[in-house]
């Protein structure tokens, strides 16, 4: 058994703080450890004798970290102890080989010099490569955020629809993105995307949104807008990040990324197979035929073409189930630790 040590520092002794700081901390011990759930055995947490408000364990569990046993104590006052101190040992089943990194955050970093780095991973790919299926597994097994970057575009696409205005008038859609309001929220672990106050979560999933998205996502103007938020949220939190260009435009520093793609008539039946599912009746060849021509458009677009990063690992999901493709996607990570 392995035990990883995290402490942090809050300034004020409030419920609000107190969830905050055991939120940080507990994502940076996952991500700086690439911790996956089924390797934790246990928590314990203790805290200093001057925070009363609140118990940094049920924070932790009112967070999602409940999967497995949690302790916790009252630390004994101590001369010159550094105060309002929230600690914890995670207690893991780690590989034989792997490193402890312990994790000391905000004034705690002036007990050790251990400081959390972000985790982020990177999967690009065509449309359906699978890949969003893919992040999401990740986001849950390393408990970390999945950001959809993917959901943003449509987001816009739609926007664009609902106006009248083509998604590949660049002038148009420029002058449309000043009253372009997306925000993306977080409900019961999943994703909803807002727009305009409107959750439009299962709209943007339409096959005339998917083309719209395309056309839209090329030009500059709504790129910059989308890259410049994606990377606000990757650089204050460890995250999954799914898209066509993640590994070589957005976090081109992401410490792992992954290209996911699959024959074009295996991704058409997927998608054929999804729509499908939700009642909406399609032709495949006419789909199959949308799909190369999105692939067309997505490579040789001038700005931020779909293209592999030179430091990506190439992942074919063709022959592969989803479970085999995330082992795949675990085993390069474990393996670069």
Known sequence: MKIIRGATTIVKDTVEEIKAAVSEMMQAVFAKNVLLKEQVCGFLFSLTTDIHTYHPAKAARECGYDFAPLFACTEPEIAGQLPLCIRVMVFTELPAGQAVQHVYLKGARALRTDISEIFNIALDGPAGSGKSTIAKALAKDYNILYLDTGAMYRACGLKALRLGIAPTDAEAVEKMLPNLDVKVEYVDGSQRTILDGEDVSLAIRENAVSMAASHISAHSSVRVKMVELQREIAARMSCVLDGRDIGTVVLPNAKYKFFITADSKVRAQRRYDELLSRGQLVDF???????????????????????????AVIVDTSALTIEQVIAKIKSVIQSQI
């Open 285 to 311: 060849d006419k789909l199959h035929a949308e799909i190369v021509q999105r692939d067309k458009q997505d490579s040789e677009r001038k700005t931020a073409p779909l293209k592999a990063a030179d430091d």
